[in-house]
């Protein structure tokens, strides 16, 4: 308990101690911060005041290429003009964006670029272009000249205002920085002595807290000398029961092996079984090929006797078409014959005609009649053949059905083969597992008894180190 609550102490010190530094880590930054941000304002100002400074030598700026020009009349010069002018303008709206500015100077600024200096600009711009003539150039230079005195006293004016603001802002900083940097000193003096007196206190309070556990610790290694001594009893003990543990599982590893192998020799099986139901699944596959392959023809038979069937029906028609030509043939001959008899003499060579065609007649009708008959056989003989065909084509569509429920029950003993084949495998590579497992609780149990041996042998040094811990806690007291 001491010793937690000395930890709890040491803890508790270091974490006061971490965030005195985070502390002071962060005023050391936010000092610098302020110093950068303070500076930063300084340069602001004085860059400020270097523009102001830039401004006011712009005017006389523009001035002196004009004057220039109006003597020398060199083009040069007009460049310098144009240069000049834009450089004025430039710095014109740079300064009277300035936030220091007051309203009234800024309109005095304004009133200076747009008024004097802009028709100074405007003046050189006619010189240049020749709008003025070269002899009244020298008077318009002068002119120009005045503005330029004039529009410089307005500027003076407000740079004597703006630069009183700005060095009242810059003894506004420097003022501000002293007191920060005073208060950030104080700040960090004051977290290093709370860091000193918590250090001190942490010592103190270490110091009795060490002088109780050392009384403590004498108190408990007599215990502790007790205590192995009953420890050495118990490790023997122990180390008999993981011998006898470790031959126990030596028998169960040897039974995992033997699961293993008949495992593997079911996986092998498994493995055949789904190679036959393939084979079964590709022959019925065929065999559906070759039976749709023959329901095809057959169905092409079938419309051809359909077809054969059809034209019987039409010769039938034809035959009684001259069947009736044929009745009417043999009334006409009769009636040829009657003629003739009534002719008397003459009608005799007509009465000969008539007789044959009359016999002709009877024996087409006798021939049809032969045709009708065999026509009607072939008729009632292709109804037959489209009945079977047809029952053929049922027939050969029922074994299609069965063959492909044949192939589809093929495929699901497939999977299901493939599924054994799978599960049989996951249970060879548990099985090898749990061996490799035996194997190593077998090794982890011989290291545990070899462990409780050397155990037995450390309680031996426990003992001396014990009565060693006893002498300390003894000379450890009398120091503090």
């Known amino acids: 308990m001491a010793v937690t609550n000395l930890r709890k102490r040491a803890n508790r010190n270091v974490w006061i101690s971490l965030l005195m530094l985070l502390v002071l880590i962060g005023t050391v930054l936010f000092a610098a911060k302020k110093v950068n941000d303070n500076f930063a304002s300084l340069k602001g100002i004085y860059a400020e005041q270097i523009e102001l400074e830039r401004f ?9 290429p004009l004057n220039d020009f109006s003597l020398t009349g060199n083009t040069a010069d007009a460049d310098r003009l144009d240069e000049r002018s834009a450089e004025f303008n430039r710095l014109f709206k740079k300064l009277s964006a300035s ?53 410089q006293k307005k500027v003076d004016l407000v740079a004597r205002g703006l630069n009183g603001r700005l060095d009242g ?55 502790i000398l007790n205590a192995v ?64 392959l023959i329901r095809v023809e057959v169905n092409d038979i079938a419309e051809k006797v359909t077809f054969a069937g059809e034209k019987a029906a039409q010769i039938t028609e034809s035959i009684g078409s001259i069947q009736e030509i ?62 079977v065909t047809r029952k053929g084509l049922d027939e050969v569509g029922k074994g299609v059905g069965v063959a492909r429920h044949a192939g589809e029950v093929l495929e699901r003993l497939q999977k299901m083969s493939e599924k054994t084949s799978q599960a049989v495998r996951h249970i060879s590579q548990a099985t090898s597992r749990h061996d490799e497992s035996n194997t190593q609780f077998i090794d982890t149990m011989r290291q545990i008894s070899q462990l409780l041996n050397d155990s037995s042998e450390q309680m031996k040094a426990t003992r001396e180190s014990a009565t060693r811990l006893n002498d300390v806690a003894e000379e450890l007291r009398t120091m503090v």
Do not use: W
């Open 229 to 292: 001594d009953q420890q050495s009893v118990a490790s023997a003990v122990q180390a008999k029961a993981v011998v006898q543990v470790t031959s126990e599982m030596e028998d169960l590893s040897e039974s995992s092996r033997q699961v293993a192998k008949t495992s593997k020799d079911v996986e092998r099986i498994a493995e055949v079984t789904r190679g036959a139901a393939s084979e079964g699944k590709q022959a019925v596959l065929d065999a559906i090929r070759y039976m749709e």
């Open 99 to 151: 936030p220091n500015l007051t309203p009234d100077e800024t309109k005095e600024l304004r009133e200076v670029s747009e008024l004097l200096m802009g028709e100074v600009i405007s003046m050189g711009a006619n010189v240049v272009s020749g709008k003025i003539p070269a002899e009244q150039a020298k008077n318009v230079t002068v002119v120009a000249q005045n503005l330029v005195f004039v529009a």
């Open 169 to 223: 802002l810059v003894e506004s900083k420097q003022n501000e920085l002293k007191v920060f940097a005073v208060s950030a000193l104080g700040v960090m003096l004051g977290l290093v002595l709370i860091m000193m007196i918590s250090g001190r206190y942490f010592v103190s309070t270490s110091t009795e807290m060490i002088t109780g556990v050392a009384h403590r610790v004498t108190g408990t290694s007599e215990e």
């Open 56 to 64: 006011r030598a712009s005017l006389t700026s523009v001035l002196a």
């Open 326 to 387: 044929a009745e009417e043939t043999h009334l006409l001959a009769l009636n040829a014959s009657i003629e003739s008899a009534a002719a008397g003499e003459f009608g005799k060579r007509f009465a000969v005609v008539a007789g044959e065609v009359r016999r002709l007649s009877e024996r087409v009708r006798d021939f049809t009649s032969e045709i009708q008959s065999v026509v009607d056989d072939v008729h009632h003989s292709s109804q037959e053949s489209i009945a």
